[in-house]
């Protein structure tokens, strides 16, 4: 994933991007996951035209560029 859009997603303190499954994860329990900094994260990629996958807990798994 690019490098800005990677620096933009770092600011978020409740996610975390991960190389091993180019995700980008929750770090809380579902109970207190930060939904405005989730929907700040889907505006970055849509933005971006980056095609992705959420999940119940709040990931969202990188499928690539639309």
Known sequence: MNRI???QISRFDSFR???QSNSIL???SVAKADIDQFLEIAHILDSNFISYDMTRTYDLKILGKR
Request: aromatic share 12%.
């Open 5 to 7: 859009i990677l620096e």
């Open 17 to 19: 991007f991960d190389e």
């Open 26 to 28: 929750n770090q809380k």
